[in-house]
């Protein structure tokens, strides 16, 4: 291979190959632009996004603003409702315990006195008996 057949195949890969690099750089450059594209819409999809949330936070201080004493002083009275709540509990439970122990006395009392009084009819009962007889 002589020197301008060297030159001529140089000439020909060089074509080729800035044709390949010419190609690819216009994908490149075609791929930058749809990213650019879609990134401009996620922008834009973001900005009202930001603008929907914006108004939600203004919404929501507009409500704390406006129901914030209201629902502190609600708060305050269920935290009291809830305090009477256990304190009405705890009566209950001691009233009920002296209800039961009230209960089992007056159990045994009426048991004891069914006893005795079964006891002296007994008694009677048999000394008729022995009277009859």
Same mark, same amino acid.
């Given at each position: 291979?002589?020197?301008?057949?060297?030159?001529?195949?140089?000439?020909?890969?060089?074509?080729?190959?800035?044709?390949?690099?010419?190609?690819?750089?216009?994908?490149?450059?075609?791929?930058?632009?749809?990213? $650019?594209?879609?990134?401009?819409?996620?922008?834009?999809?973001?900005?009202?996004?930001?603008?929907?949330?914006?108004?939600?936070?203004?919404?929501?201080?507009?409500?704390?603003?406006?129901?914030?004493?209201?629902?502190?002083?609600?708060? #305050?009275?269920?935290?009291?409702?809830?305090?009477?709540?256990?304190?009405?509990?705890?009566?209950?439970?001691?009233?009920?315990?002296?209800?039961?122990?009230?209960?089992?006395?007056?159990?045994?009392?009426? #048991?004891?006195?069914?006893?005795?009084?079964?006891?002296?009819?007994? $008694? $009677?009962?048999?000394?008729?008996?022995?009277?009859?007889?």
């Amino acid at each position: 291979m002589d020197e301008k057949d060297f030159q001529r195949l140089l000439e020909a890969n060089t074509a080729q190959i800035l044709a390949h690099f010419n190609a690819t750089t216009a994908e490149i450059r075609s791929d930058f632009r749809e990213l $650019r594209r879609e990134f401009t819409a996620l922008d834009e999809k973001f900005n009202g996004l930001r603008g929907e949330f914006n108004e939600l936070r203004r919404e929501f201080t507009v409500m704390r603003d406006t129901f914030g004493p209201e629902l502190e002083f609600l708060r #305050h009275q269920v935290e009291g409702l809830s305090e009477a709540v256990a304190l009405v509990n705890e009566r209950l439970t001691r009233e009920t315990a002296d209800i039961r122990d009230e209960m089992r006395r007056g159990f045994a009392d009426t #048991h004891a006195l069914i006893q005795r009084s079964h006891g002296s009819l007994d $008694r $009677r009962v048999t000394a008729l008996e022995a009277k009859f007889q």
